[in-house]
Structures are given as C-alpha cells and as structure tokens.
C-alpha cells in the first residue's frame, strides 16, 4: 500500500524523510503577453545555435591547415587552448496529438482519422530566470509561427532585484492540434533552463486512455525502444525537424531475432519546420518487441513513437515512446508503476494479453552478448526477481525480460552489464480483460544533477518518483506555479537501494503546480514524473530531461 502525504510542495513517502525547507526565493508574476517577432528572425535565431559549434571547430580546423602551409612540419606541439562554445537556443519539440490511423496507400504518409469527442492535448511548459531577467521565449508551431510569447528579449534587472531571484515564464494546459516548439533564448552566454510536456487524453474511441511526453531536444542520434507491430498493435514514428536544414533520416530496427534490413528505412527526408510520420509495421511487421536507432543527417529531429493497443474490441491503450539514453554498461528507469502479481498474471494468461503485464526490452546493438544484472529498487528496498534478476541478451537483438512476481509498488529498475546496450520498462494499468486498460513505457534516464526543470501537467494524479541506487542521496526540489513563481524547496533524503514517491498538490497558494526545479546530491539518484487517473486506468511516465549546460568549451590543439 502506497502512503502519500502532502505539504505545500509535496511530500515524501517512507523511507524519504523530509527536513525542513530551506528559505523561500522571492519570486515575480509570468510576463505580459508581447507582440510577436517576424518568424524569420526566430528561426535565424534557432539556427544560429545549431551551428555554434561547426562553426568554431571550423575556425580551428582553418588555423591548422593554414599553418601547415607555411613551411615543413616540426616536432613542435603547442598547449590546447580552451575555446568557448557560444551557447545555444534551447528547443524542446512536442509532438502532434495521437490519432488513428486511417487506409494508407503504398509509398505514402499515413493518413489519419479524426479525433473522439473526448480526446484533449494540452501543453505545459517552464522556463526559468534569474537576477530579475527571464530569457526571450516563446511557444511556437514547428513552421515557426508564435502561439505564445511567453517573453521578450531580456533587458536589464530591476535595481531592487535580489542577485539569486528566479523566476518563471509559463505556459499552462494549453490546448494544441499540431506538433509545437517551446524555444528559449540564451542568456550572458548560458544556455536557458526551459521543458515543456505534452499530454493526450480521451475517455473514449479506440484511443482510449493517457498519453504524454517530453517535448524532446532535437538531435541526430536517438534510441526508442518498446515498438510492437503484431494485430491490434499500432506504431507510428514520428519525426519532427524544427531546424532551418533539410534532414535525412535512416532508421536501423532491431527485432526479437536480430537487426531488420528493411527497404525503404534509408535517406527519409524531412524538411524544414516539418513532421513525417513512418508506420513501423510497414518497415518490420510482426515484430513482438522493436527497437528503432534514428539517425540524421543535416538537421537534427525530434523522434517519438505513438503506441496503441486494440485486443479485439477493447482499447488496450495508448502511449508516446519517447527516446531513452544512448547505449551504455548501466541503463536506470524509474517511475515504474507494477500491479499486484496475482492480478497481473490472471490478465496476462489470458488470449493476446501477454503485452499486458510489466516487462523490461534490453537491447544490444554490438557484436557480443551482454549478460544483464536486473535489481528492483522498489519502497522498502531492492525486490528480488523470482529468476535471479540475471539475463543473457543475444547481440543485435531485442531480449524481454517479464518483471512478473513482483510486489505492487513503484519502482526504480537497474540494469548492467559489461557490454553496452539500451533499455525501457513497459507497466500497465488494468486487470479486468472485459474493460478497457492503459499501458506506458519508462525511458532510460539521466543521473540526476542540478537545476532540472520538469514540467508537470494539469490534472489527474501526479507524483515525483525518485531512486537512489547504491547509497544515500539528497534531493531538493521546488514547485513553480501557474502565477510563475518558484515556491520554496522541500528536502528529501533517499535511502540507498530504495524508491520514494511525493505526492504534488493541485495547488500552491491558489496557484495551479505546473512544474518543479529539482537538483540531487550525494549518491547516484533518477527521477520520474509518473500521472494517473482516479477513477481510470490511464498511466504515463516520463523520465526527467537533462538539466541546461552551462558555459561550453572544446580543446583545440595546435602545432607546427
């Protein structure tokens, strides 16, 4: 049984133990709306910092060759000189809502169908200031067009300013029928704290259930695992280029009996301020687990896959896959919501069911199997699995592991290995088979740090779930509202080898929580935003993004 209390920022369950919050920040309302920019000038703007970095290698590159023409070449190496990354436009891409597939003829685009009476989208998003300055930012469609300037360019701070003052733009709950950018511009050279999520719902239709997501980072390597393209499974990638370059796309797919060569998965273009949506069952049908590594050339994109489940006539479903951390030795979800096993057993017993139940995909692209140690981290310590918790995952293939026998709770899920791979953890609400249920997928994650923004969505059930894996560590995190202020920070200490769960209000002081800023110290600790419904089955869970880079640099060495 879960035990939730709630303080005016949250509070921590067992074995969490919260200490007193630390002096509150003095906090200013959310900017007045502003007159909207030329799209050009944003998108130049966006552009600028994609190339930052080509651009200063470039200038090194032409130091090097320039100096090797001006005589013969000599054993002498002069110091790397650190030079500075001119930092970036930070972007976060959210999808377009889910929606059904309609008929689609060969060679082309998905169509879809329209929305049911009930199915919303809504996006939420933070960024955060400092010193009395909030960055430039601003919640734009994917061809540029503002929807909301949530502020102008920065000016100077006011003089009764405190130096340590932050302060939030935001966007709450608003409503959107096509993918969206929430864009923020640097600031004295730093790089701004902003995220922003997108949520689906519908209480009917084939779509049934919750989906949300982060709105990602564009980029030109991404991992999404948990694809399936069996009957009743549906899953659409969707690939969103927020940049000004064209971007050719090449998916490499890797199913549970090895690496896919798939027609048609090479140089997909998709053009500037535009969406393309891939039927994965076009590409690799059948498959049980699908993993899918995107990668891009020219332009960086956005990748999510939209997941839906129909077990005859009964929704089983609907999620946003998003993508996890790249390959590595040691891959970490958490927000992993199980149910009690008798129940899920029953369900999973049961005729096209088997997906119904939690289970965790390792996927290992190179050459050499990797054996993979599982621990469950879950209230009151580490849950052991009824087969040891070691696996061996078979090299270029997709393994699933059942996290079946497992107490009811929430979890953090580790695993490791010698030999790099990916994971994702799939849960799943409901255990009646005649009635509609939800499924969601936990991303791996990154390790926790400083300042990380987490947009929290509107309505529903919504909890922070951390891990702290092998010994102690310390988590502050602090409410921002719908009023854009960032409240005072709670305290909580999470014992080694467990998982916490902190309950967030609806409200602080009359203002809606729209998200939180979050920082952990001490031992390595992960964290998840988990919603849910009362009353429904509805599930989603995202892991937290990585907080804003600081100041940048690349060593450049030069010699003659």
């Not at 400092?130 to 430039?136: E, I, N, Y």
């Not at 952990?520 to 892991?543: P, V």
């Amino acid at each position: 049984m879960r035990e939730n209390t709630t303080p005016a920022a949250g509070q921590a369950t067992a074995p969490a133990k919260p200490t007193a919050p630390q002096p509150p920040a003095p906090a200013a309302g959310t900017p007045a709306e502003a007159p909207v920019r030329p799209a050009g000038k944003r998108r130049k703007a966006a552009a600028a910092g994609f190339a930052a970095s080509a651009l200063v290698l470039a200038a090194a590159g032409a130091v090097v060759a320039a100096g090797s023409l001006l005589g013969p070449a000599s054993n002498r190496d002069l110091a790397a000189v650190a030079a500075t990354v001119p930092a970036g436009t930070s972007i976060g891409v959210c999808p377009g809502p889910a929606r059904l597939l309609e008929g689609t003829q060969a060679g082309t685009d998905p169509q879809f169908s329209p929305e049911s009476a009930t199915a919303a989208s809504t996006v939420t998003g933070v960024v955060l200031g400092s010193a009395g300055v909030l960055p430039a930012s601003r919640l734009s469609r994917l061809d540029g067009a503002t929807a909301v300037e949530i502020a102008k360019e920065p000016g100077a701070p006011a003089k009764d300013s405190a130096p340590q003052e932050t302060l939030a733009g935001i966007v709450a709950g608003r409503a959107t029928d096509q993918a969206s950018v929430l864009q923020a511009d640097p600031v004295a050279n730093q790089k701004a704290s902003a995220a922003a999520a997108l949520k689906f719902s519908a209480t009917d239709g084939d779509l049934r259930g919750m989906a949300a997501t982060n709105c990602q980072q564009p980029a030109n390597d991404q991992w999404l695992a948990g694809a399936r393209t069996t009957v009743g499974r549906t899953s659409v990638l969707v690939l969103s280029n927020a940049s000004t370059t064209p971007a050719t796309v090449s998916l490499e797919l890797f199913g549970a009996s090895g690496q896919i060569q798939a027609p048609g998965s090479r140089g997909l273009l998709v053009a500037p301020g535009a969406t393309r949506s891939v039927i994965l069952a076009g590409l690799a049908p059948s498959e049980e687990q699908l993993s899918v590594h995107v990668r891009s050339a020219g332009g960086p994109v956005a990748a999510v896959i939209q997941q839906s489940v129909l077990r005859g006539l009964t929704p089983g479903g609907v999620d946003f896959i998003a993508p996890g951390a790249a390959p590595s030795t040691r891959q970490v979800m958490t927000g992993v919501d199980i149910q009690a096993p008798a129940a899920v057993t029953a369900m999973t017993g049961k005729s096209g069911y088997d997906d119904a139940g939690p289970a965790l995909q390792l996927t290992v692209p190179g050459p050499s199997d990797a054996v993979v140690e599982i621990s469950l981290y879950g209230r009151d310590g580490q849950k052991a699995l009824p087969d040891g918790g070691v696996v061996t995952a078979k090299a270029g293939a997709v393994t699933e592991v059942l996290l079946a026998g497992v107490p009811a709770g929430q979890y953090t899920v580790a695993a490791s290995s010698d030999v790099s791979f990916v994971a994702a953890a799939r849960m799943s609400r409901g255990v009646d088979a005649e009635k509609e249920s939800d499924v969601a997928w936990a991303p791996s994650g990154v390790r926790l740090g400083s300042q990380h923004v987490v947009p929290v969505p509107l309505g529903g059930v919504r909890q922070l779930v951390f891990g702290a894996l092998d010994a102690r560590a310390s988590i502050t995190y602090a409410a921002v509202t719908s009023d854009g202020k960032v409240r005072a920070p709670a305290t909580a200490d999470i014992a080694g080898g467990t998982t916490a769960a902190i309950t967030i209000p609806e409200k602080t002081d009359g203002a809606d929580v729209v998200g939180y800023v979050v920082s952990a110290s001490g031992d390595a600790a992960y964290g998840a935003l988990l919603l849910q419904q009362d009353g429904r089955n509805d599930i989603s869970s995202l892991a937290f993004m990585p907080a804003a880079a600081g100041q940048e640099s690349v060593p450049v060495a030069l010699g003659y």
